[in-house]
């Protein structure tokens, strides 16, 4: 791939992944693990004017923050655009596959809102489910003894590898505008997943709990229940994951470095 200047609004895990496989190109970024203030107007737009790429992985609020300040300037640049979505737009559709065509009625208002603004400029909105990977898996909160079962039957979602999520954003580098669901192929229940990295490291699964002891947050999260589809990906991206399912993923991560550790 030809080198290019890529802009990244919000450089934290997942676009952090984006930035590591880009040999040779120019990465300029806010954040907190970025050298740009998000709010110096003048710096921030002549990065704008200068990138080839920009990519946006900033969560929204209410509103989405990178559009609020500059959606004129980014709808103006003719740049490349992409956004960091979440699946979690589809919202409960009891276990049903979710593919790019279904309707966004997600619960929270804010990430629904960002995910249509961001397509109305133009942009590949990369809807992403659960994300793992070195230092943030289950095998890390099953080490830390932060990890739980919720013994729900029926209920499974999808996942996708931190790699994996990285070579799929840069793939959309070539491809048209629009919605692309990037996840594994093997949508599992959280419990399975939790089992297993217990497994793999050789301790005795979490608890079962109930959902009450769960925080809010963890609540509305087994509130729903639903399968991602990644055909779209596949076929307009030429993309597919090298962690197919979550076994291939902790097995490697397990055989990597391991679980970060308390």
Do not use: C
Request: net charge neutral; aromatic share 8%.
């Amino acid at each position: 791939m030809a080198s290019g200047r890529l802009l990244i609004f919000g450089l934290g895990y997942a676009a952090g992944a984006v930035a590591a496989r880009l040999e040779g190109w120019r990465v300029t970024a806010t954040g907190s693990a970025g050298s740009l203030d998000f709010d110096d107007t003048t710096r921030v737009s002549a990065a704008i004017d200068a990138a080839t790429h920009i990519l946006s992985s900033a969560p929204p609020g209410e509103d989405d923050p990178v559009l609020s300040v500059y959606g004129k300037a980014l709808a103006a640049s003719g740049k490349w655009l992409g956004y960091l979505s979440s699946t979690g737009v589809y919202g409960d559709i009891g276990g049903a596959w979710a593919d790019e065509s279904a309707p966004i009625p997600g619960r929270r208002e804010g990430r629904n809102g960002a995910d249509a603004a961001w397509l109305a400029l133009g942009a590949r909105v990369f809807r992403l489910p659960g994300i793992y990977g070195p230092g943030r898996s289950p095998l890390d909160r099953v080490a830390q003894g932060t990890a739980h079962r919720t013994g729900i039957a029926g209920q499974v979602f999808s996942r996708i590898h931190v790699d994996d999520l990285a070579r799929g954003v840069i793939a959309g580098f070539a491809a048209p505008p629009g919605a692309y669901n990037l996840a594994d192929d093997l949508p599992a229940p959280q419990d399975e997943v939790v089992e297993f990295a217990a497994k793999l490291l050789g301790i005795d699964p979490p608890p079962v709990v109930t959902l009450e002891t769960l925080s809010p947050a963890a609540r509305a999260f087994h509130s729903e229940n639903r399968r991602v589809a990644n055909g779209k990906a596949k076929r307009v991206l030429g993309w597919r994951p090298v962690y197919t399912d979550y076994r291939l993923g902790l097995r490697a991560l397990a055989l990597a470095d391991g679980p970060s550790g308390p």
